[in-house]
T-cell receptor, first 112, second 114 residues
Framework: EAQVTQNPRYLITVTGKKLTVTCSQN?????MSWYRQDPGLGLRQIYY???????DKGDVPEGYKVSRKEKRNFPLILESPSPNQTSLYFC???????????FGQGTRLTVV | RKEVEQDPGPFNVPEGATVAFNCTYS??????FFWYRQDCRKEPKLLMSVYSSGNEDGRFTAQLNRASQYISLLIRDSKLSDSATYLC???????????????FGQGTILTVHP
């Protein structure tokens, strides 16, 4: 089944404790991206990747890192999480930039 | 001005009603346009892409107005199952400073009641 898989789905962590949210797609898509969704603010793009080893900042990259060592994986790293990073996070992939985006099921992160 | 703006609503309509949403974008050179549907606490899913000539899929019609820089979504004969948040999304022109981005509006909440 074609899908984007995020893990974990739910995470509660403490301020400053490094964490990684994984994202994997099995559709051989070139384009992948991360979003956070907050009430009243909609989906905001954190980072995106046009292809392997090519990543760039979205609109809200502060406090996040990404890597794209393989085509299928695009992990989101929070080196030192803070409470303002409490949010619902979505990973998405597209065959190419500008094509339909397929989203993972989301990761609800709470930083206390 | 936000890059992509939507009226957040909520829109509360009875079954069978026709409802329309607009989404404005600030970059006149934007090149791809989409409408996504998001059910509560779920991931967004593509509803339809928006083409220059407009497109229709059953009860749903999407249109692009480049002169006024907005896209629209029309839902006819609303069903209870249409209740969701509708998100528009826009990509900028290729080769520009925002190359690679995909920007979403904040979403419009639709509730269809019996």
């Amino acid at each position: 089944e074609a899908q984007v898989t995020q893990n974990p789905r739910y995470l509660i962590t403490v301020t400053g404790k490094k964490l990684t949210v994984t994202c994997s797609q099995n559709m051989n898509h070139e384009y992948m991206s991360w979003y956070r969704q907050d009430p009243g603010l909609g989906l905001r793009q954190i980072y995106y990747s046009m292809n392997v080893e090519v990543t760039d900042k979205g609109d809200v990259p502060e406090g996040y890192k990404v890597s794209r060592k393989e085509k299928r994986n695009f992990p989101l790293i929070l080196e030192s999480p803070s409470p303002n990073q409490t949010s619902l996070y979505f990973c998405a992939s597209s065959l190419y930039w500008g094509d339909e985006a397929f989203f993972g099921q989301g990761t609800r992160l709470t930083v206390v | 001005r936000k890059e992509v703006e939507q009226d957040p609503g909520p829109f509360n309509v009875p079954e069978g009603a026709t409802v329309a949403f607009n989404c404005t974008y600030s970059n006149s050179a934007s090149q791809s346009f989409f409408w996504y549907r998001q059910d509560c606490r779920k991931e967004p899913k593509l509803l339809m892409s928006v083409y220059s000539s407009g497109n229709e899929d059953g009860r749903f019609t999407a249109q692009l107005n480049r002169a006024s820089q907005y896209i629209s979504l029309l839902i006819r004969d609303s069903k209870l199952s249409d209740s969701a948040t509708y998100l528009c999304a826009v990509t900028p022109e290729a080769g520009g400073t925002s190359y690679g981005k995909l920007t979403f509006g904040q979403g419009t909440i639709l509730t269809v009641h019996p």
